[in-house]
Structure formats: C-alpha cells, structure tokens
Nanobody, 123 residues
Framework: QVQLVESGGGLVQTGGSLRLSCSAS????????MRWHRQAPGKQRELAAL???????TYAEPVKGRFTISRDNAKNTVYLQMNSLKPEDTAVYYCNMAVNTVTTGRVSSADYWGQGTQVTVSS
C-alpha cells in the first residue's frame, strides 16, 4: 500500500511564495515521474509541472519562470516552489507519482495521487 501526503498549501498575497511538498510512504521499490496538477474552481484539472526519474522537468506555460519542481529520491518526496504567485494560481494542488512496488518478487507499477492541498492567492 502506497500513500502520498501533501503539505504546504495556504493563503498568500499576490507576489508571495509557497512551497508544496508531497511524500510517498509504503513498500516502494522506485518512483518514476512525479507530477503536480492543479484544479481551479469550475475548471478541469491540469498539469502544472513534472519531473522525470532522471531529473528532466516540464512546466505548463502559465507557471514557467515562476514555479520550480524538484525531487528528493532518498525521501520519496517531490516539491513545488511557487514564486510570484497570482490570483489565477488559486487552486487545489495534487501530487501524482508513478510508483513501482515489489510483491512476491514481481515489480508492479501504478499511479498514486495525494489528497490535494489548497492554495489561495489574494489580490
């Protein structure tokens, strides 16, 4: 069983910063790509940023230059540093990881999601 726990959300003024964290726990063999998604009220969930197992990163256009995704493989944790926040960044942020586990000698892969953390940027 794998669980993802997020932290770091909150209320911040325009131009402020927040750092989100998401840690995975359980019987983990390895973790592939880690992602941060976000869902604003009344909108579909969208990808904000991802980081591959090799450290390659991709960002959605709205967050480029302001957000930085990073990972600590020893801690099974992904971070999202968010700077120069805008009201349109207000959303619930979800982490997502491709986790490999080992059961009875076999490696299995599955996607896991965090519970979401609210980020609110006031104008």
């Amino acid at each position: 069983q794998v669980q993802l726990v997020e932290s770091g959300g909150g209320l911040v003024q325009t131009g402020g910063s927040l750092r989100l964290s998401c840690s995975a726990s359980g019987t983990i063999f390895s973790i592939g790509t880690m992602r941060w998604h976000r869902q604003a009220p009344g909108k579909q969930r969208e990808l904000a940023a991802l980081i591959t197992s090799g450290g390659g990163t991709t960002y959605a256009e709205p967050v480029k230059g302001r957000f930085t995704i990073s990972r600590d493989n020893a801690k099974n944790t992904v971070y999202l540093q968010m700077n120069s926040l805008k009201p349109e960044d207000t959303a619930v942020y979800y982490c997502n990881m491709a986790v490999n586990t080992v059961t009875t000698g076999r490696v299995s892969s599955a996607d896991y999601w965090g519970q979401g953390t609210q980020v609110t940027v006031s104008s």
